[in-house]
């Protein structure tokens, strides 16, 4: 795996201080599994430490990535244009388990998401369906729903909650899964702790095996610094190597 200099063929603001930004990476689009992300460096002299950003999506050649404007790092990254280049190493990490990974068959699954854990799901939900999956997505927001339409063209079925009210069900995306009561095979989840908490709760509760793609902080991304080490079935395992996904029963949620 090597530093890929990449071409910027869009960035755009698709919600506020979130932005979607497709980049033409042909090596990186061949080898991409969904849960997958790629450190981004920025230009020398703009910062020093690259940033890690899930993978959204893949389409032929382009891959596209999905951040939100929370630092330094990112607000450099929202101000390129198209046409621009970054560097990128990707794919990088263990994405989620497919096929005979899995601890199951994987044909009836629902797909959780939470804010800004939303955008890598999108392609686990293609790359199933692609498989022939049932797959119902249920999403979670505080406001403002991200990414709805293109959940729509590739989900069974679509359920949205956000906190305010404004799109969907009022409350936790929880609440929605509770309510509709679905019977899966697996639950697969991206999103905060808390929700993935509560998620893999309501997966132990309902005998379903639960897979989570965990967040922490990271610095190099290939395993070197062990910054983002949690603890997994009693030992210490580094989220960017590991990880970022684990079956939510080996995972220490306290961690």
């Given at each position: 795996m090597k530093l890929l200099d990449t071409k910027i063929l869009s960035n755009v603001?698709?919600?506020?201080?979130?932005?979607?930004?497709?980049?033409?990476?042909?090596?990186?689009?061949?080898a991409a599994k969904p849960g997958q992300f790629a450190m981004?460096?920025?230009?020398?002299?703009?910062?020093?430490?690259?940033r890690p950003i899930s993978i959204?999506?893949?389409?032929?050649?382009?891959?596209?990535?999905?951040?939100?404007?929370?630092?330094?790092g990112t607000k450099v990254m929202a101000q390129k244009f198209e046409g621009d280049t970054v560097k990128i190493l990707a794919p990088l990490g263990r994405g989620f388990l497919l096929g005979k990974d899995?601890?199951?068959?994987?044909?009836n699954v629902a797909i959780?998401?939470?804010g800004i854990g939303t955008p890598p799901l999108l392609y686990l939900a293609k790359k199933l369906k692609a498989q022939g999956a049932k797959v119902d997505v249920y999403l979670g927001f505080r406001h403002e729903a991200i990414l709805?339409?293109?959940?729509?063209?590739?989900?069974?079925?679509?359920y949205i909650a956000t906190e305010?009210?404004?799109?969907?069900?009022?409350?936790?995306?929880?609440?929605?899964?509770?309510?509709?009561?679905g019977r899966y095979d697996e639950i697969l989840a991206c999103g905060p702790r808390p929700m993935l908490n509560a998620v893999a709760d309501y997966a132990h509760a309902q005998g379903i095996h639960c897979q989570i793609s965990t967040e922490e902080r990271m610095a190099c991304g290939l395993g070197t610094c062990v910054g983002c080490s949690i603890k997994v079935s009693g030992t210490y395992l580094r989220v960017c190597t590991e990880g970022p996904v684990f079956y939510s029963d080996e995972v220490n949620k306290h961690e």
């Open positions: 603001e698709i919600a506020e201080g979130i932005f979607s930004m497709h980049l033409h990476a042909p090596a990186v689009a061949a981004v460096y920025m230009n020398k002299g703009e910062l020093l430490l690259p959204c999506d893949v389409d032929g050649d382009i891959v596209r990535i999905v951040y939100q404007v929370v630092g330094m899995a601890r199951t068959g994987l044909n959780v998401g939470g709805q339409q293109v959940f729509e063209q590739v989900a069974d079925n679509l305010s009210g404004n799109v969907g069900h009022r409350g936790r995306v929880l609440e929605v899964i509770e309510s509709v009561g």
